[in-house]
């Protein structure tokens, strides 16, 4: 009995420390990327909210709801599924060539979650990219949903500049900066991000990093980074880089590239120091009421949109990884209700359509139908 016991134990020391070098070894390897250092982390330091080596939010921002055990919240997030987390099916998504696109027309084309390219004023610009299956730095755990096409690194044209809003894995994700290393002009991003570029073989002069109010020129287009309520960190250590939306202006549009945040009064003061805008792209899923400081809730997207001027309203983070507890058309469904009820437009494009902006486009409900 006692050599049984011995053995149990033996085989459990064996299978804690595998697990302790397997951590060791992912941690250190190239997708987690690495931590700002040097000049970097001097500028970072200079910043107001930037505290004891990590940045805060405007305001107070509990990762999660007050009176919310973290056991709690766990035990709901692994066992409190919606059992249409996931579609039964492949969702519908339309194939364009994205390579021979019209470099004159300024349009856009959504690839599901935040991913999306911009063509503006002659110049292509690619935002938060992540065209892998899963959604973490390994090859298992949160996969991406299937699709009637799936995009790819590879159907990318050259890109002028990349956006990168912070650096979880679903917007910063390793294999397809990889791939895309060659092609890539100029990278705009929050401040602190750019370390993990570096890593990445990146050269440090097309990287720019910004803090909130910074701005960055790109010929006739203008990004200023602004605040947003969030937290950054790929690893264990939480807020050791930025989060941030953007502000993108040409001489003739100006959007709102919103990145991942909650609600705060941060989008008010978005609008009235930088509105209106023609058109904003937010948030609108893998949210839930345990953690809702960080992610929008859908009617709350709603009245962002009000606040910060915004004539159009494309809503994101939805539409390909099951991030959170809702049914996978949840957001879709509140988030156009709110619309409806507030009487405000708002572009609900399929994966792969072309928007044109500046012209009359349709959009269809298109995930109906869709188990």
Do not use: C
Request: proline letters at 5%.
């Amino acid at each position: 009995m006692k050599r049984t016991l011995k053995r149990i134990m033996y085989i459990l020391l064996a299978i804690i420390v595998i697990i302790v070098i397997a951590v060791f070894l992912l941690g250190r390897s190239a997708p987690i990327g690495t931590l700002a250092t040097g000049e970097r982390l001097e500028k970072m330091s200079s910043n107001p909210n930037f505290k004891n080596g990590v940045y805060e939010n405007l305001e107070v921002t509990p990762a999660i709801k007050e009176g919310v055990s973290s056991f709690e919240m766990l035990r709901s997030f692994f066992f409190g599924k919606d059992k249409r987390n996931v579609p039964s099916k492949p969702l519908p998504s339309i194939k364009t060539d994205l390579k021979n696109l019209d470099i004159n027309e300024n349009l856009l084309v959504w690839f599901g979650h935040s991913s999306y390219l911009l063509q503006l004023d002659g110049k292509r610009i690619l935002v938060d990219p992540v065209f892998s299956k899963y959604a973490s730095p390994v090859p298992f755990g949160i996969k991406a949903f299937q699709m009637t096409y799936n995009y790819t690194a590879a159907d990318m044209p050259d890109i002028d500049i990349l956006v990168v809003t912070h650096d979880h894995f679903d917007h910063l994700d390793y294999s397809t900066f990889e791939e895309i290393k060659g092609r890539t002009k100029q990278i705009v991003t929050s401040l602190g991000v750019g370390a993990h570029f570096e890593k990445w073989g990146y050269p440090s002069d097309k990287i720019h990093e910004l803090y909130w109010g910074e701005s960055f020129q790109a010929d006739s287009l203008k990004f200023t980074a602004a605040p947003a309520r969030h937290f950054a960190g790929r690893w264990f250590k939480r807020n050791t880089s930025l989060w941030s939306a953007f502000v993108l202006q040409s001489p003739t549009y100006k959007l709102l590239l919103g990145g991942d945040s909650g609600y705060g009064k941060h989008f008010k003061t978005i609008g009235e120091e930088h509105g209106p805008f023609d058109l904003v792209l937010l948030e609108n899923g893998q949210y839930n009421e345990y953690w809702k400081y960080i992610h929008m809730m859908p009617e709350e997207v709603i009245q962002a949109a009000e606040d910060l001027r915004a004539k159009d309203l494309i809503p994101v983070h939805s539409g390909k990884f099951p991030l959170a507890n809702h049914a996978w058309d949840e957001p879709l469904i509140r988030v156009t209700n709110e619309a409806k009820r507030k009487n405000r437009p708002i572009w609900t494009p399929q994966i792969g359509q072309v928007v044109y902006l500046g012209k009359a486009n349709q959009f269809s409900e298109w995930w109906n139908n869709i188990d």
